[in-house]
């Protein structure tokens, strides 16, 4: 079966009421039935789930950004994964290269690796982001990270787990900084990535489990990534804060 288009849009900490409203308003009034052939999710800051919820086009789905490692509880200003999933809102993206790098977050591969697997136990489904930063790249060891950070979510799960995970790959020095990777650079890694779910997780999750690309993806750009055999949709940040994100969900008829 083929992979459907898979199209995230990561609002990270933006909007207030009035440009989010401003924004859907434009999402509404450019789409109408839900195209089944694509998969759109986007994930407002938690305080602007609920206002989102109600004014998302038809079809499209709510992600929240993080979640608490575990049960809730004593934890100030955190948000635990079974209260995501009693608000109605069945995503989370997990493991962000911001959350991993600003020297303020650090999250460790650990702790990522153990936020999806309890974010999955309690029934939401993850984006988990990897990615290399650009030091790395250039130490020749981009397909090293992105196996070390995958290796630790895949150590955490079962093989049925991965019907309810995308992996979205994001070259570190591309996000927010307008230097996308070529298509070739994304489908390099996006093939080694599958390869490496084959042969450690299993060839069916491999065949059937969505990778992303993200950084600077723009309508501009979009279609020439989708062109390619393993990039399966876009995790997108600033563009998705604009009616260019329409241009960018429509790059999956050209797959
Ligand atoms: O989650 C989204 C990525 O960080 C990409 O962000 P960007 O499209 O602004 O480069």
Redesign the pocket.
């Known amino acids: 079966m083929p992979r459907k288009f898979f199209v995230g849009g990561?609002w990270k900490c933006n909007g207030t009421r009035e440009s989010i409203a401003s924004l859907l308003k434009d999402f509404n009034g450019a789409v109408g039935e839900p195209d089944l052939d694509v998969q759109i999710v986007v994930a407002p800051p938690f305080v602007h789930c609920d206002f989102t919820k109600e004014k998302l086009p038809k079809g499209w789905e709510l992600s929240v950004q993080n979640c608490w490692i575990g049960k809730g509880g004593a934890f100030t200003g955190e948000v635990s994964a079974e209260m995501i999933k009693d608000a109605g809102i069945p995503w989370v993206?997990l493991g962000?290269?911001?959350r991993r790098h600003l020297p303020q977050l650090k999250e460790s591969d650990e702790t990522v690796a153990v936020k999806v697997a309890y974010a999955l136990a309690n029934g939401l489904k993850v984006m988990a982001?990897i990615g290399e930063l650009l030091e790395e790249r250039e130490a020749g060891q981009t397909q090293a990270v992105n196996e070390r950070q995958l290796k630790a979510i895949a150590a955490k799960l079962k093989e049925e787990d991965w019907k309810n995970v995308v992996i979205?790959y994001?070259p570190v020095w591309?996000?927010?900084?307008g230097k996308v990777a070529t298509p070739e650079q994304a489908q390099e890694v996006h093939e080694h990535v599958r390869a490496w779910v084959a042969s450690n997780v299993s060839p069916s999750v491999a065949a059937e489990v969505r990778i992303l690309y993200?950084?600077?993806?723009t309508a501009k750009n979009c279609v020439e990534l989708a062109g390619k055999p393993d990039v399966d949709g876009f995790?997108?940040?600033?563009?998705s804060l604009k009616p260019e994100f329409l241009d960018i969900i429509a790059a999956h008829k050209h797959k």
């Open positions: 990561n993206i962000h290269s911001e982001c979205a994001e591309a996000i927010g900084t993200g950084g600077s993806v995790l997108v940040g600033g563009a």
